[in-house]
């Protein structure tokens, strides 16, 4: 069966530069949520998106910014990145929001030097 | 607040024992719970999930998980374990409530198993 797609599936960034992280997720799915995992932590939720618009939002810096795009693929954009970004991306997709359940892709893992 | 609190930072087991990993959870209303396990540097694999009904419900990899409303429970077990399932184990409770259903992780159990 498909699953969620990330990529690029490891990235290294400098200080202040920008990321774009890519997620297309499980046909027919139309939410989309993105979290980040810092070493050792547990994920945390950064935002979520149903049919294009945003849904719910969580822990995520200014410096981020997200969409989801009409054929359902999101793209998370980091700017002026800092050290402590240095995390793992993960993107999870459900069929509808609320009940449905969530199936996480591979995860982003992000280095900034 | 809703949250979820997986007291075992660390288990160590030997293969073919019994496992239970303990989850419990902070909620105000019938939760949807769930489990998912990571390996090292791996994503999230959902091992099984509970929305409704009988409180007992099976996974894959031979795990199930029992649900108990009046401890606020969600214990994960599995009867004999395999080197395989070494790995970290999150348990989770969709958040609702204005929200749209973000997932709220506990810390996590990494479990150990000896030869």
């Known amino acids: 069966a498909a699953g969620v797609i990330q990529s690029p599936r490891h990235l290294i960034k400098e200080k202040r530069e920008t990321a774009t992280l890519k997620c297309y997720p499980i046909p027919r799915h139309d939410t989309v949520y993105w979290y980040q995992q810092g070493p050792g932590q547990d994920p945390q939720f950064l935002i979520s998106?149903?049919?294009?618009?945003?849904?719910d939002k969580g822990s995520i810096p200014d410096r981020f910014s997200a969409q989801q795009f009409s054929d359902y693929h999101s793209e998370l954009n980091m700017s002026s990145l800092e050290l402590g970004d240095s995390a793992l991306y993960f993107c999870?997709?459900?069929?509808?929001?609320?009940?449905?359940?969530?199936?996480f892709g591979p995860g982003t893992r992000l280095l900034v030097l | 607040a809703q949250s979820v609190t997986q007291p075992d930072i660390h288990i160590t087991v030997s293969e073919g024992a019994s496992l239970e990993l303990r989850c419990n959870y902070s909620y105000g209303a019938t939760p949807y719970l769930f489990w998912y396990v990571q390996s090292p540097g791996q994503g999230l694999q959902l091992l099984l999930k509970y929305f409704s009904g009988d409180t007992l419900v099976q996974g894959i990899k031979g795990f199930e998980a029992e649900f108990k409303r009046s401890q606020s429970s969600f214990n994960l077990r599995k009867p004999s374990v395999h080197w395989s399932d070494a790995a970290e184990y999150f348990c989770a409770v969709v958040m609702y409530g204005g929200s749209q259903g973000n997932l709220i992780f506990g810390k996590g159990t990494k479990l150990s198993v000896k030869p």
């Open positions: 998106f149903y049919e294009k618009m945003q849904s």
């Open positions: 999870a997709s459900s069929s509808t929001t609320g009940l449905e359940t969530q199936y």
